[in-house]
Nanobody
Framework: QVQLVESGGGLVQAGGSLRLSCTAS????????MGWYRQAPGKQREFVAV????????YADSVKGRFTISTRDNTKNAVYLQMNSLKPDDTAVYYC??????????????WGQGTQVTVSS
C-alpha cells in the first residue's frame, strides 16, 4: 500500500504565497519522480511541475518564475511546491503525483487526495 498525503492549501490574496507539501509512505522500493497537477472548476487536470530522482525539473509555462518545486534531501519521499506571486487563475485543487516502484520491475503513478488553493483578487 502506498499513500500520498498533501497539506498546505488555503485561501490567499493575489500576490501572496503558499507552500504545498506532499509525503509518500508505505511499501516503496524507489520513487522515480514526484510532481504537482491542478484542476480548476470546469477544466481538465493540468500539469504544474515535476522533479525526478535525478534532479531534473520541469514547470508549466504558466507557473515558471513563480513556483518552485523541491524535495526533501535525505529521503526524497517528500515534495514541496513553493508558490509565489499567486494569481486568481492559480485557483484550483492541487494534486500530488508520484511515479513509484514497489519493486525494481515496474512503476506506476499514485495520486494524493488533493488540496484546495484559492486566490482572491
Amino acid at each position: 500500500q502506498v499513500q500520498l498525503v498533501e497539506s498546505g492549501g488555503g485561501l490567499v490574496q493575489a500576490g501572496g504565497s503558499l507552500r504545498l507539501s506532499c509525503t509518500a509512505s508505505g511499501s516503496i522500493y524507489s520513487i522515480d519522480a514526484m510532481g504537482w497537477y491542478r484542476q480548476a472548476p470546469g477544466k481538465q487536470r493540468e500539469f504544474v511541475a515535476v522533479i525526478t530522482s535525478g534532479g531534473s525539473i520541469n514547470y508549466a509555462d504558466s507557473v515558471k518564475g513563480r513556483f518552485t518545486i523541491s524535495t526533501r534531501d535525505n529521503t526524497k519521499n517528500a515534495v514541496y511546491l513553493q508558490m509565489n506571486s499567486l494569481k486568481p487563475d492559480d485557483t484550483a485543487v492541487y494534486y500530488c503525483n508520484a511515479r513509484i516502484r514497489r519493486t525494481v520491475l515496474a512503476s506506476r503513478d499514485y495520486w494524493g487526495q488533493g488540496t484546495q488553493v484559492t486566490v482572491s483578487s
